[in-house]
């Protein structure tokens, strides 16, 4: 709802995990993908468990919901960190074709790492009726809600990248609230090195 930080972009991914899913109503932005996605980072980071709702900085700083001054404190740090230029060229859905994303994206060479070159669909926002289960009875609204993640290419070092992209979109997506998100991650689900978005279409 707001950039608290003046000099930087916070880019929020909601993930929708789909271990919920059994307690008798089906969250419908959940997947089994975002799932993996999480066990991933527990893999990576050594956390030893998975909780939602987990908040993970830049692939590489798991933050604690319950202190909103490191959180904080937390985003100022990471804006200070250097970070790869990344930009979408180009977004839009095809005029022939309206379930196609077609776009670019390009990166500045990075001297210090390969990386992984990601496109994400997000819905920038959403909302639901919770009919059972923890939250059974609540109206939740969301933010960000990823669709789809695909890699799209490498990011060699010392090399700048760029090149098209082509994204299949979820039945029923409205463009005017899509997000599209390219993220620069380091190679082993490492950190992120540098992101761009892109609001509506």
């Known amino acids: 709802s707001r950039q608290p930080i003046s000099t930087a972009q916070i880019i929020v991914l909601s993930e929708h995990v789909d271990y919920w899913d059994h307690d008798g109503w089906k969250d419908p932005f959940s997947s089994a993908a975002l799932t993996e996605r999480q066990g991933e980072y527990e893999r990576k980071l050594g956390l030893g468990d998975v909780y939602t709702p987990q908040m993970i900085l830049n ?34 859905v095809d005029s022939g074709q309206p379930g196609i994303l077609r776009g670019r994206v390009e990166a500045d060479a990075n001297p210090r790492e ?77 950190k992120v090195i540098g992101a761009a978005m892109q609001k509506g279409l």
Do not use: C, M, W
Not at 162 to 185: E, S, W, Y
């Open 114 to 190: 390969h990386g992984n070159v990601y496109v994400v669909t997000a819905l920038g926002q959403a909302d639901t009726q919770v009919l059972k289960g923890e939250n059974g009875g609540h109206h939740l609204s969301y933010v960000g809600v990823v669709q789809n993640i695909t890699q799209i290419g490498k990011l060699e070092k010392g090399k700048s990248f760029a090149r098209d992209f082509t994204v299949k979109l979820k039945a029923g997506t409205d463009p005017k609230n899509l997000r599209v998100i390219a993220f620069v991650q380091a190679s082993g689900f490492g």
């Open 59 to 92: 692939g590489a700083t798991v933050i604690s919901l319950a202190h909103k001054d490191k959180v904080e404190q937390a985003f100022e740090d990471a804006n200070t960190a250097p970070a790869v230029s990344v930009r979408i060229a180009s977004a839009a």
